[in-house]
């Protein structure tokens, strides 16, 4: 199994910034994509950001120029810089891994337990 751990979250005032943490560990044999997600109250969770092993990024177009992913790969740890924040990035924000635990087993998503943020003055 593998295990997310997010971390960073917290209130923050419009215009700020939060920096937000995901580690995996576990018995992880390799990860391939990562990303955040979020999901404000009553409104289903959508895609934030992700990264491949190679570095390469997407972004939700609502995020772009103000959010920034990047990745660690030697610490299975992905990061998730937001600048600008509005009151409408308020969310639970949720990492998310495609890994293989083992050669023989196909590649499974996993999620970690989500952080909240909230953006409020």
């Known amino acids: 199994q593998v295990q997310l751990v997010e971390s960073g979250g917290g209130l923050v005032q419009p215009g700020g910034s939060l920096r937000l943490s995901c580690a995996a560990s576990?018995?992880?044999?390799?990860?391939?994509?990562m990303g955040w997600y979020r999901q404000a109250p009553g409104k289903q969770r959508e895609l934030v950001a992700t990264?491949?092993?190679?570095?390469?990024?997407d972004y939700a177009d609502s995020v772009k120029g103000r959010f920034t992913i990047s990745r660690d790969n030697a610490k299975n740890t992905i990061y998730l810089q937001m600048n600008s924040l509005k009151p409408e990035d308020t969310a639970v924000y949720y990492c998310?891994?495609?890994?293989?635990?083992?050669?023989?087993?196909?590649?499974?998503?996993?999620w970690g337990q989500g952080t909240q943020v909230t953006v409020s003055s």
């Open positions: 576990g018995s992880i044999f390799s990860i391939y994509a």
């Open positions: 990264i491949t092993r190679s570095g390469s990024t």
């Open positions: 998310n891994a495609v890994a293989q635990v083992q050669a023989a087993v196909p590649p499974t998503g996993y």
